[in-house]
Structures are given as structure tokens and as C-alpha cells.
């Protein structure tokens, strides 16, 4: 069934030129043109023939001609028209008593472009074709009513032709790249763990640090209460309403009993910096001067 499936594709891409002409003459809808591209006398000849190909295969299912189609086949998704560009290859492989396997692939959306073509003779590779893709790219295109129904993905190749020798040491330098990025993704994956666990480990640390402190307070600020004197900076907690929140730090410049007189380092009022505010509505302050400045009148 496979063979015979090939077989019609294969007529059909050679007769692409003309079913698409009678596609135009009946009006159905536009077609793209892809190059037919002839197997040659070797896989050598092939795989020089495809090289610098552009191809533009349309994916919405209204073009009909296997060499054109972007439909979806295969458990791969591989592009029909793909298939049909590159079937020289399989017929160059069966003639080496081969089977072709597709084993590295480039994604193109919900497709998969194949870049490696192996031909399999048993568990032994007798050659690979190597693909690459430039420009990958989506474009709209007209039906035969000027509708912009249509949506080309489009491509240009590029081949190399691997010997059994030569994939073999390819697939050797891939195998150690792979294992290098591994080897990279799991230490950065190990630095990534361990820096998560030393934040965590600060974090924790800065949170028993804040609740020590929050306990500490009440007692730290009726000492320093207790026991003001001239030079102490403070933080004045009981500013009138409208100043806003602050905070208002200055130093203190002599006690009076209950009273303090001080010098604010960022307010002013009625244009002065100094006045008398109660003990009991400052508290100790050992950070910089903020850097916003009040007045009041």
C-alpha cells in the first residue's frame, strides 16, 4: 500500500505543471509552483540537485497537487510536498537494499521539516542526507476569486551528504554536545537550587531578625526615653495630621522635664527647624536622613 501511495504521489508531482493549470481553468483556486526536482543518477546527484531549492507548500488544504500540499503526514507531520521533493531519496536508498529513516527534525509550527534522511541497511547506516531549512517562513496567497484564502509555508534547502563514516562522527560530536549541555543545564540547575535555598535561608533569618526586634522595640524605646540627652537623634511619632507621614527625624538639643527641644533634620515649622515636642512622642532613630523635606506654617 505504502509503495503504491509513492507511486501515485510520484505521477502526480510530475504532472503538478498541468493539474494545476486545470485547477486555474476551473476556478477552484491559485496554486504555488515548486520546483520538481529530478533524482539523478546517485544520491551524490540528488542531494547536489536540491541544494538552494525553495519550496512553498500550502497548508490550509485547498491546493490538491501532492508536490504543492502542506497537509500534514506521517506520525512525524511531515509536509506531503516535502515528502514528494525529497522521495528520490528513497528510491536512491532501495536501491541499495536501504529503507530511509527520518531521525532529527526542525519544527515549522504544528510541522516538522526532517533534516536528517538516514539510509538504514539493517541496524547499519549507509549514508544520511542532511537538510537545512533558511527562511522559513509563512505568506498568503490568493484563490481564483482574489480571496486571500491561501497560506504558503515557504523554505529555501540546503544538503550535505554524510557518508556512514562521517554521520557516524557527526552523530559522536552531537551525542558530546548534548551531554556538554546537559552537563551545563543540570550544575546551572544545581547553582539555581541552592541559590533558591540560601534566599530562603536569609529570608528566614531576616524575618526572625524583624520579629526580634518588633519584640525588642517597646522596651528599646522607653530606655531610650528614660535616658535622652543632647545629641540623640530621634523620630518624631506624633507629627500634626497634615505634615503627612514622614517620617520627621532630627537631634536633640537639651531636655526640659517632660519636654525635648530639638532640631529637625527634614521639616520645617513656620519656618524654623527647631521647637519643643514631648518625650513620650519621640523615638530612638540610627538611619540616614530621608530624603524628603516637610513644611509646615
Not at 33 to 47: H, K, L, M, Y
Not at 160 to 188: G, H, I
Not at 219 to 235: C, L, M, N, T
Not at 245 to 273: A, C, D, H, T, Y
Request: glycine letters at 8%; hydrophobic letters at 40%; aromatic letters at 8%.
Amino acid at each position: 500500500m505504502r509503495g503504491k501511495f509513492q507511486a501515485v504521489e510520484g505521477v502526480l508531482a510530475n504532472r503538478g505543471h498541468l493539474v494545476c493549470t486545470l485547477v486555474f481553468a476551473i476556478g477552484l483556486s491559485a496554486c504555488s509552483t515548486n520546483p520538481r526536482v529530478e533524482g539523478g543518477s546517485s544520491i551524490q546527484d540528488f542531494a547536489r540537485k536540491l541544494n538552494g531549492r525553495s519550496f512553498s507548500f500550502e497548508t490550509t488544504g485547498k491546493i490538491f497537487v501532492p508536490s504543492m500540499s502542506g497537509e500534514p503526514v506521517m506520525p512525524q507531520r511531515i509536509p506531503r510536498g516535502l515528502l514528494v521533493a525529497i522521495a528520490p531519496a528513497m528510491d536512491h536508498c532501495k536501491q541499495s537494499a536501504g529503507e530511509l529513516s527520518y531521525t532529527k527534525f526542525q519544527s515549522a509550527g504544528e510541522l516538522q521539516l526532517p533534516q536528517r534522511v538516514v539510509c538504514m541497511r539493517g541496524t547499519s547506516q549507509a549514508w544520511a542526507l542532511e537538510i537545512a531549512y533558511l527562511d522559513v517562513g509563512t505568506r498568503t496567497g490568493e484563490d481564483a476569486m482574489g480571496r486571500p484564502t491561501l497560506r504558503y509555508l515557504t523554505m529555501t534547502t540546503r544538503t550535505d551528504l554524510l557518508s556512514a563514516e562521517a554521520l557516524a562522527s557527526r552523530m559522536q560530536s552531537e551525542q558530546a554536545q548534548a551531554l556538554a549541555a546537559e552537563t551545563a543545564a543540570t550544575k546551572r540547575r544545581e547553582r539555581e537550587a541552592a541559590d533558591e535555598l540560601e534566599r530562603q535561608r536569609i529570608a528566614r533569618m531576616q524575618e526572625a531578625e524583624a520579629r526580634r526586634l518588633a519584640a525588642e522595640w517597646p522596651a528599646r524605646v522607653a530606655e531610650f526615653r528614660s535616658r535622652i540627652k543632647p545629641g540623640d537623634r530621634f523620630r518624631w511619632t506624633s507629627p500634626p495630621g497634615a505634615v503627612g507621614s514622614g517620617p520627621f527625624v532630627g537631634m536633640v538639643i537639651r531636655v526640659e522635664g517632660k519636654l525635648v527641644f530639638v532640631q529637625f533634620e527634614n521639616l520645617k515649622i513656620g519656618g524654623q527647624q527647631t521647637r519643643f515636642v514631648r518625650k513620650n512622642e519621640i523615638e530612638p532613630f540610627d538611619g540616614p536622613t530621608p530624603s524628603v523635606r516637610f513644611e509646615l506654617p
